[in-house]
T-cell receptor
Framework: AQSVAQPEDQVNVAEGNPLTVKCTYS??????LFWYVQYPNRGLQFLLK??????LVKGSYGFEAEFNKSQTSFHLKKPSALVSDSALYFC???????????FGTGTRLTVIP | DAGVTQSPTHLIKTRGQQVTLRCSPK?????VSWYQQALGQGPQFIFQ???????QRGNFPDRFSGHQFPNYSSELNVNALLLGDSALYLC??????????????FGNGTRLTVT
């Protein structure tokens, strides 16, 4: 079975400050981890993924994420938040042999000017 | 390069009716997945199609069915609609040969309201 937990429904951060959106996962076998962003009335846009290799992965729009196997976490980070980063962020996992992504419940990020 | 397109964008149906949602995958993609996103929730996997066959199915009743055509486009059919079927239905495409790390490309969804 696979599952994803996003412990924070809402994250508020001031513009220019670093941001972190948390994600922990549970999966059988090797985890394949993804972050997506959703703007109002839109579909999901791919930000970045971890498949194997370096624990720090870089993605679109200056976002990065750190894979921590011992803590089964894959937190999304950005050094300096922009107001335009305000959106709904989803962490997702795909287990070995699975064809589908399993999504968390999402974290709403608000960047305050 | 057209991305994933879905139609219609919005739909209002009555309980008990049937609905068909349509999806055209991103150019070059051969695999289509459907997800249901209820208000305030993350997307939940309904099923995936490849080579016109259902490849995997999530925990959804048989009222949910699908089809993939030779041009890789897909339809999602829902019979005997319930109020709880009200949601945003998302179509996502990918390339099977891209492997397990191949990201999904999502359309903007169809907002279904059942009254």
């Amino acid at each position: 079975a696979q599952s994803v937990a996003q412990p924070e429904d809402q994250v508020n951060v001031a513009e220019g400050n670093p941001l972190t959106v948390k994600c922990t996962y549970s999966v059988s076998g090797n985890p394949y981890l993804f972050w997506y962003v959703q703007y109002p009335n839109r579909g999901l846009q791919f930000l970045l993924k971890y498949i194997t290799g370096d624990n720090l992965v870089k993605g679109s729009y200056g976002f990065e994420a750190e894979f921590n196997k011992s803590q089964t976490s894959f937190h999304l980070k950005k050094p300096s938040a922009l107001v335009s980063d305000s959106a709904l962020y989803f962490c997702a996992v795909r287990g070995t042999g699975a064809n589908n992504l399993f999504f968390g419940t999402g974290t709403r990020l608000t960047v305050i000017p | 390069d057209a991305g994933v397109t879905q139609s219609p964008t919005h739909l209002i149906k009555t309980r008990g009716q049937q609905v068909t949602l349509r999806c055209s995958p991103k150019s070059g993609h051969d695999t289509v997945s459907w997800y249901q996103q209820a208000l305030g929730q993350g997307p939940q996997f309904i099923f995936q199609y490849y080579e016109e066959e259902e490849r995997q199915r999530g925990n959804f009743p048989d009222r949910f069915s699908g089809h993939q055509f030779p041009n890789y486009s897909s339809e999602l059919n829902v019979n005997a609609l319930l109020l709880g079927d009200s949601a945003l239905y998302l179509c996502a495409s990918s390339l099977l040969q891209g492997g397990i790390g191949s990201p999904l490309h999502f359309g903007n969804g169809t907002r279904l309201t059942v009254t």
